[in-house]
């Protein structure tokens, strides 16, 4: 079978287990298997696989058609151009949340103190910490999550990223787990925004293989945002903010809750497809 018949027969099952964008999907598992980037397969499409590669890539196919995120199968995913092993364990960066970390590191480059600080308030696979650490050498980051699987998936990613010196990594619920007189030029988050009777209704990806810890947001959605309105300000230094990402049509109750706890809501930053995704305010 020929680079190009694998691709096809590929895509056409995928396709059939409703896979979205198969083509895309084959392409970019076969070039995983061959270790070659993707735009070279089109210059190989009459190479001939061996059958171990033909056996390899079957599987492959087989695990990406029961609908285990592409993600999974290479065991890792680019974020802000740094490689991020991803497992079960935590949630698999989206392209979305860039744009929270680009925000943040943004901001951190303003602040004059001759050490900025900030934390990552549920960082799963430290995608986040790790961003701002490679982007702001001067700011020490601290990396917390309920999960010790997940801190020590993030722990592996900051090794390989050559941050994890500037990144101190606390296991924890909340801020509970910070020393009272702690504070933060920024506190950043993805936490989760799914109202827990909608996730049944994720696709086959997310509710099946992304822990439902980093999804649940309670009844409405909106548990977390409750609590970092609440509880987040005696962590935060007086000219420090807070970015938090949310879900689709989630902006005018965030936005609530967050005013009702006498915040300043600063901005709201749209995504990539123009739909309102991050929240930024200060004390």
Known sequence: ???????????????????????????????????????????N????????????????????????????????????????????????PRPETELLAELGWKFLTTRHSSLATALDFGTGTGCIAIALAAKCPNTKITALDVSADALALAKQNALQNQVAE????????GFAALAGNTQFDLLISNPPYIASAEIETLDPEVKDFDPRG?????????????????????????DGKIMLEFGDGQTDAIKKIFENEKWVVEAVQDDY?????ILVARV
């Open 273 to 277: 497809s123009q739909r309102a995704r």
């Open 1 to 43: 079978m020929t680079v190009l018949e694998a691709i096809q027969k590929s895509t056409e099952f995928l396709a059939k287990k409703g896979v979205e964008s198969p083509r895309l999907q084959t392409e970019l598992l076969l070039a995983h298997l061959l270790k070659m980037p993707r735009m070279k397969l089109y210059l």
């Open 214 to 238: 980093a999804l649940d947001g309670g009844a409405d959605g909106l548990d977390f945002y409750r609590r970092l309105a609440a509880e987040a300000k005696p962590f935060l230094k007086p």
């Open 45 to 92: 499409f009459d190479r001939v696989l061996l059958p171990a590669e033909t056996d390899s890539l079957r599987e492959l196919i087989r695990r990406r058609g029961l609908r285990e995120p592409l993600q999974h199968i290479t065991g890792s995913t680019s974020f802000c151009g740094y490689e991020i092993a991803v497992s079960r364990h935590a949630l698999i």
């Open 166 to 173: 500037r990144i101190e990594f606390l296991c924890g619920d």
